[in-house]
T-cell receptor
Framework: SQTIHQWPATLVQPVGSPLSLECTVEGTSNPNLYWYRQAAGRGLQLLFYSVGIGQISSEVPQNLSASRPQDRQFILSSKKLLLSDSGFYLC???????????FGPGTRLTVT | GIQVEQSPPDLILQEGANSTLRCNFSDSVNNLQWFHQNPWGQLINLFYIPSGTKQNGRLSATTVATERYSLLYISSSQTTDSGVYFCAVGVFGRAGTALIFGKGTTLSVSS
């Protein structure tokens, strides 16, 4: 079966510290992968997407970066966190039919 | 880019009531999905419905692509239906076929 994992589930980090969030998918190959962010009480905003290894597209200029070192691994990073980076980060992919997008359980990040 | 508007922003119901949530979008799309975000933040897929009508238990959805809107119907609501409902649209091949989300409808069902 196809599943998507994210870790950590929750994270509290001080301003200026680095960040690494990981997303992995199982049961598929060469998936399109996505990072979205949801600020408190708001909708989801696309941050990055990747159509293959090493291929990253950014939708919103920001303090974050993404990498795809392996086919089924997508990483979201920051060198120095800002307060405004707080939020709920969700990784997503398309299912086997390539029509319906599915989301991981998310990482709740609080920058203090 | 494509704009997605959802209404109403908030909805308060008594258990057993019916409701209709609306999603308007500003351009032609070939992907439209409805999600329910539970209290733990998990996005649960409800419908993939770029056009036509689908039903799943007490929930049904209709999308009229030519008029650029979609409706989500919840019948005989239960307290477990509470949460935020999102409509999201996309165009295959555009931005990696990423989804554009509305701001959601927050539903509160009381017993």
């Amino acid at each position: 079966s196809q599943t998507i994992h994210q870790w950590p589930a929750t994270l509290v980090q001080p301003v200026g510290s680095p960040l690494s969030l990981e997303c992995t998918v199982e049961g598929t190959s060469n998936p399109n992968l996505y990072w979205y962010r949801q600020a408190a009480g708001r909708g989801l905003q696309l941050l990055f997407y990747s159509v293959g290894i090493g291929q990253i597209s950014s939708e919103v200029p920001q303090n974050l970066s993404a990498s795809r070192p392996q086919d089924r691994q997508f990483i979201l990073s920051s060198k120095k966190l800002l307060l405004s980076d707080s939020g709920f980060y969700l990784c997503a992919w398309y299912g086997a039919d390539h029509y319906e997008q599915y989301f991981g359980p998310g990482t709740r990040l609080t920058v203090t | 880019g494509i704009q997605v508007e959802q209404s109403p922003p908030d909805l308060i119901l008594q258990e057993g009531a019916n409701s209709t949530l609306r999603c308007n979008f500003s351009d032609s799309v070939n992907n439209l999905q409805w999600f329910h975000q539970n209290p733990w933040g998990q996005l649960i897929n409800l419908f993939y419905i770029p056009s036509g009508t689908k039903q799943n238990g007490r929930l049904s959805a209709t999308t009229v692509a030519t008029e650029r809107y979609s409706l989500l119907y919840i019948s005989s609501s239960q307290t477990t239906d509470s949460g935020v409902y999102f409509c999201a649209v996309g165009v295959f091949g555009r931005a990696g076929t990423a989804l554009i989300f509305g701001k959601g409808t927050t539903l509160s069902v009381s017993s």
